[in-house]
Nanobody, 131 residues
Framework: QVQLVESGGGSVQPGGSLRLSCAAS????????MAWFRQGPGNDREAVAS????????WYAADVKRRFTISQDGGQYTVSLQMNDLKPEDTAMYYC????????????????????????WGQGTQVTVSS
């Protein structure tokens, strides 16, 4: 089992910045990819960014590229999401997730942003962007 705890959410004005953090504990060695997802009011849950634990390959959703950065500066199983130039459309509950890319997922053709990769999820942290 893996436990994930998010922190860093809050309320900011458009153009502001926030840094979210996620700390994983437990059987972390069974996972090899971590990601941030978000779900805004009335919207489906969508992937925001992901990072592979070994090697650090990243993926970003098109609408956050150049504004958000995912990193592992706190260790392999501690990931952060630096969010700059925040927009009202970024308002959502943000969730940290951990999963595993293996032969099965590759056979299924699942990409790093596919939520079916992720077995473990945090409780979420709210980000609100408004003026």
């Amino acid at each position: 089992q893996v436990q994930l705890v998010e922190s860093g959410g809050g309320s900011v004005q458009p153009g502001g910045s926030l840094r979210l953090s996620c700390a994983a504990s437990g059987a972390t060695s069974t996972t090899n990819v971590m990601a941030w997802f978000r779900q805004g009011p009335g919207n489906d849950r969508e992937a925001v960014a992901s990072v592979r634990i070994l090697g650090g390959a990243t993926w970003y959703a098109a609408d956050v590229k150049r504004r958000f950065t995912i990193s592992q500066d706190g260790g392999q199983y501690t990931v952060s999401l630096q969010m700059n130039d925040l927009k009202p459309e970024d308002t959502a509950m943000y969730y940290c997730a951990a999963g595993r890319i293996d032969g099965w997922s590759r056979a299924m053709g699942w990409s790093d942003e596919d939520e079916r990769l992720y077995k473990y999820w945090g409780q979420g942290t709210q980000v609100t962007v408004s003026s």
